[in-house]
């Protein structure tokens, strides 16, 4: 766990507090992007105090700071701020504030919650007055292209993040799912996803991979949950991305999305993943693409090709979601569904110039991605027992040599003379 990501929330108020034993034991009760999130909120609240004077102060935070504060940093009728945030992030902060005083054994204000909720909802109303945002663009095939022209020629951080890119697309993954908390020491085991955790099995379709992620956004402590990745026959491959990492990691069960150095192993952490992706993206031109587009763009591309949502919703690993009139109860559902027409223009998008065999998603075999995007998800409803037919790890010494799984783009130039 490194705390100098988390030192705002650490601090008792303004003061900083170096943590013992137990406030370490404490935190290990959260999700890393929990505390990650947390600590935002009081640095929120630190800049609100700055703001109004108060430099240096204490917990616990009285009721009428707390009024302040939402006043301050939620949007109003009356006046609008560089500092304005929406209803709903206003809401994280104050959950982040009462988890920094229950950290710090100090009593958050309980008369303050009945006030509290009136100025949330004030701020609710002046939210729907104000110009949306524009949606966050999904991930799309496109996109994937583009990083592979950009990172493929880079060196270990490059392909490393370019695998990473591709599995989480297929695999429907939040980022957070597959990067580790640092990139070096010792890390938690029920949030990192190591090769070990890695099954290959055999569908109709040729192989497929399972991976065991043990911290998910909505895994309880104890539990896991499983990514379902079908082999497919084109450079975007997740299966090969898979055997890939897990060439270069070696014989050591270390995390699976990292990559040597003269120094030893360093693994891929979300902060500078998604800074990497956004240079890259923002040089080819496109905007407003984030790291959570990557589950909202396989979601959609799933929409769009008519996959059943019952099959969309057990690979995505959406537990309370198995029917389409419960999608609107979940955003990122109700997001990449709104969002499939886009993605479906893109389906037509030839990669067969870029491919290793010749198979082209067009409309006219629409048919063949739709059974090839079906087929992990199948096997991952509650009635299969997905790994009967598990299969021993391949070969993979000599993976970036095999044309089923190369990624290079020029593997095909030849051919297709």
């Keep these: 766990m490194d705390l100098s990501k988390i030192k705002d929330f650490l601090k008792f108020g303004s003061t900083k507090k170096q943590p013992n034993a137990l406030d370490i034991h ?7 992007n929990t505390l990650l999130s947390y600590n935002s909120a009081v640095r929120k609240f630190g800049k609100f105090k700055e703001a109004t004077g108060q430099r240096e102060y204490s917990l616990p935070v009285s009721a009428p700071e707390l009024y302040e504060f939402c006043y301050w940093a939620g949007r109003n009728a009356t006046t609008t701020s560089p500092q304005d945030v ?162 270069k990691a070696g014989p050591n069960n270390v995390p699976l999305f990292g990559f040597n150095t003269p120094t030893g192993r360093v693994n891929l952490v979300k902060t500078k993943v998604v800074r990497t992706l956004g240079q890259v993206w923002s040089e080819h031109g496109y905007q407003g693409i984030t790291g959570h587009s990557f589950r909202v763009g396989g979601t959609s591309l799933r929409f769009a090709i008519g996959v059943p949502v019952e099959e969309i919703c057990a690979l995505g690993r959406w537990t309370s979601c198995w029917n389409s009139s419960s999608i609107d109860r979940d955003s990122t ?42 087929s992990p998800i199948a096997v991952a409803l509650p009635s299969k027992n997905v790994l009967s037919e598990t299969i021993d790890k391949p070969d993979t010494t000599n993976i970036y040599n095999n044309q089923n799984t190369k990624l290079y783009l020029e593997a095909n130039k030849g051919k297709n003379k």
């Design 26 to 32: 404490f935190l290990g009760g959260y999700k890393w």
């Design 86 to 247: 929406a209803s709903k992030t206003l809401t994280k902060y104050l959950f982040g504030i009462q988890a920094w005083h229950l950290y710090h054994s100090t009593v958050y204000p309980p008369e303050a919650k009945a006030k509290i909720t009136v100025l949330l909802r004030s701020s609710a109303h002046t939210d729907a007055q104000s110009p949306k945002r524009p949606r966050k663009a999904p991930v799309m095939l496109k996109h994937l292209v583009s990083l592979t022209e950009t990172l493929l020629p880079g060196g270990p951080y490059q392909k490393a993040v370019l695998d990473l890119a591709i599995t989480a697309f297929w695999g429907m993954a939040r980022l957070s799912e597959l990067t580790s908390e640092r990139e070096e020491g010792t890390l938690r085991w029920s949030a990192t996803l190591f090769t070990s955790d890695v099954k290959f099995y055999q569908t109709p379709l040729g192989i497929a991979a399972a991976l065991e992620i043990r911290g998910a956004k909505t895994c309880a402590p104890g539990d896991s949950q499983t990514i379902h990745l079908q082999g497919l026959n084109h450079m975007l491959c997740p299966v090969a991305a898979v055997k890939r990492r897990i060439a």
């Design 333 to 374: 559902l109700k997001r990449a569904r709104t969002q499939q027409t886009e993605s479906a223009a893109v389906i037509d998008y030839s990669l067969s110039a870029n491919a290793t065999e010749t198979e082209n998603y067009t409309r006219s075999n629409r048919s063949s991605l739709l059974n090839r995007l079906s």
